[in-house]
T-cell receptor, first 114, second 111 residues
Framework: EAQVTQNPRYLITVTGKKLTVTCSQN?????MSWYRQDPGLGLRQIYY???????DKGDVPEGYKVSRKEKRNFPLILESPSPNQTSLYFC?????????????FGPGTRLTVL | SQELEQSPQSLIVQEGKNLTINCTSS?????LYWYKQKYGEGLIFLMM?????EEKSHEKITAKLDEKKQQSSLHITASQPSHAGIYLC???????????FGTGTRLTIIP
């Protein structure tokens, strides 16, 4: 089954404790992206990757890191989480940038930073 | 940067009634995408519009892009409980490798 998986689905952590949210897709997609969703602010892009070893900042990259060492994986790293990073996070992938209509979204990761 | 404004922010509609959600862009749209999100879940692609004046339909949902390519509407006919959720429009400015999303419209269907 074609899908984007994220882990964990739910996470409660404390300020400053490094964490990684994994994202994996099994569709051989080139383009992957991370978003955060906050009430009243909608969906905002954090980072995106056009292909392996190619990543770029989205609209709200501060406090986050990503890597794309393999085509299927695109982990989101919070080196020192803060309460303002409490949010619902989505990973997404598509065949390429020009195929947004076939962008698949993961189920989301709800992160709470205390 | 491109901004998308959706209206209304929330909508409560009686089952069986029609409704319209609007998405307005501050810049010309090269691609306009409609997604649906069930509460707390991932997004599901609905439709993509690219040409001015384009209109697409899927089941009871119709999306239109105006001639100037700066506004899109999503119309649901004879709404059903399964239509409830958050509807988001996303736009491709054509200049960079990302989609910008609107803030969403929360749709509630009441009996």
């Amino acid at each position: 089954e074609a899908q984007v998986t994220q882990n964990p689905r739910y996470l409660i952590t404390v300020t400053g404790k490094k964490l990684t949210v994994t994202c994996s897709q099994n569709m051989n997609h080139e383009y992957m992206s991370w978003y955060r969703q906050d009430p009243g602010l909608g969906l905002r892009q954090i980072y995106y990757s056009m292909n392996v070893e190619v990543t770029d900042k989205g609209d709200v990259p501060e406090g986050y890191k990503v890597s794309r060492k393999e085509k299927r994986n695109f982990p989101l790293i919070l080196e020192s989480p803060s309460p303002n990073q409490t949010s619902l996070y989505f990973c997404a992938s598509s065949l390429s940038r020009t195929y947004f209509n076939e962008q698949f979204f993961g189920p989301g990761t709800r992160l709470t930073v205390l | 940067s491109q901004e998308l404004e959706q209206s209304p922010q929330s909508l409560i509609v009686q089952e069986g009634k029609n409704l319209t959600i609007n998405c307005t862009s501050s810049k010309t749209l090269y691609g306009l995408y409609w997604y649906k999100q069930k509460y707390g879940e991932g997004l599901i692609f609905l439709m993509m519009l690219q040409k001015g004046g384009e209109e697409k339909s899927h089941e009871k949902i119709t999306a239109k892009l105006d001639e100037k390519k700066q506004q899109s509407s999503l119309h649901i006919t004879a709404s059903q409980p399964s239509h409830a959720g958050i509807y988001l429009c996303g736009a491709d400015s054509g200049r960079n490798e990302k989609l910008t999303f609107g803030t969403g419209t929360r749709l509630t269907i009441i009996p």
